[in-house]
């Protein structure tokens, strides 16, 4: 092997170090109302230490939602937070990877509060999965379908 072939893959390996220990943080999940039905659009924001903002998103017509980063270093828990229009606001503590999450929003004028829990696999596989995968951001594998 080449001086300069070696150097070029120091060079490579040195440079994915960082990398390799940076943690994701994420959140996925889906976000309705008391009945059931999605909440479009609704505000959701994962927050660090100090009230700092991690990542920002909203939920798409079905009321899913997904959030990456790369985490803060040395954060390994966060607070999910859910607003929208017309609802009580939601709050969960959450470690750097939750499971699916489902968060049910009560009415502004409902006396119950709004909830964030990690799904069940049967609300995964009959709420979650049905809604939001395949969930890719700006479009889907279902984009790819014939139409």
């Given at each position: ?74 954060e390994k828990r966060f ?50 999965e049905p809604r939001c ?15």
């Amino acid at each position: 092997m080449t001086r300069s072939r070696a150097g070029r893959r120091l060079a490579l390996a040195l440079l994915a170090l960082p990398a390799l220990r940076c943690a994701t943080v994420y959140s996925r999940g889906v976000v309705e109302d008391a009945g059931g039905a999605p909440v479009p659009l609704a505000s959701v924001r994962l927050v660090g230490a100090g009230d700092r903002t991690v990542a920002t998103t909203v939920t798409d017509a079905n009321g899913c939602f997904f959030l990456q980063k790369t985490a803060p270093k040395d954060e390994k828990r966060f607070t999910l937070e859910i607003v929208a229009a017309g609802y009580r606001s939601a709050r969960l503590d959450v470690p750097l990877q939750p499971p699916i999450l489902l968060a049910t929003l009560a009415a502004s004028s409902s006396p119950e509060e709004s909830r964030i829990r990690s799904t069940t696999a049967a609300e995964r596989s009959e709420r979650w999965e049905p809604r939001c995968i395949p969930f890719f951001p700006g479009g889907g594998a279902q984009d790819l379908a014939p139409h």
